[in-house]
Every structure is written in C-alpha cells, then in structure tokens.
C-alpha cells in the first residue's frame, strides 16, 4: 500500500516561489508519480508528472517554464518548484502514484491510483 503526504503550501505574493514535497511510503520509486491541483469549483488537472527513474518529466502548458518537478528516490520524496506563481496557480496540490511499474508516465487523472490529501496554495495579486 503506498500513502503520500504533501507539504510546503502556503500563502505568498504573485511572483514569489514555494517548494512542494511529497513523501511516499511504499514502493514508490518503481512507478511513475505526478502533481495535480485543483481551484474552487473547478476540475482537477494535471500540473506535472515524472517517470519512475526521473529522467523525463512533462509538464501543463500553463506552467511550462515556471514549475520543476523532480524526485528523490532513495528518500522517497517528489518535489515540485514552483517559480513566478500566479494568481491563477492558486489551488490545492495533490501529489499521486501509478500503481504499474511497467507502464509509461501517465498525464491523466484517471490513470493514478494513490492520492495526497492536498496542500493549499495561494497566490495573492
């Protein structure tokens, strides 16, 4: 069974930077893991995901070149850096984990199988 937890949200200015973790508990470091946020009365999309060895990442289009995601596997933990934020990256940040060890890097909601429970950010204008 795989838990994630994620910290390091918080409130700042437009412009300002926060670090996202996600510590995992479980055999994280052999599937692909990925970041999604969510805004009040809004969908869940996707932010950002990362292969099981960290060696490619993708990226949303609406924080491509302001957000890295990375991870460390020995300490089972998933990072997302989130520079020149903006009011409109104001959500909760969920972290998750594929369950297939031998699939591809998924880039949809639906084809994660562990979920954080969230971690707010706000970005004031």
């Known amino acids: 069974q795989v838990q994630l937890v994620e910290s390091g949200g918080g409130l700042v200015q437009a412009g300002d930077s926060l670090r996202l973790s996600c510590a995992a508990s479980g055999r994280t470091s052999s599937v692909a893991m990925g970041w999604f946020r969510q805004a009040p009365g809004k969908e869940r999309e996707f932010v950002a995901a990362i292969s099981r060895s960290g060696g490619s990442t993708y990226y949303a289009d609406s924080v491509k070149g302001r957000f890295t995601i990375s991870r460390d596997n020995a300490e089972r933990t998933m990072y997302l850096q989130m520079n020149s934020l903006k009011p409109e990256d104001t959500a909760v940040y969920y972290c998750?984990?594929?369950?297939?060890?031998?699939?591809?890097?998924?880039?949809?909601?639906?084809?994660?199988?562990?979920w954080g429970q969230g971690t707010q950010v706000t970005v004031s204008s």
């Open positions: 998750a984990a594929d369950s297939n060890p031998f699939g591809g890097t998924p880039l949809v909601r639906i084809e994660y199988d562990y």
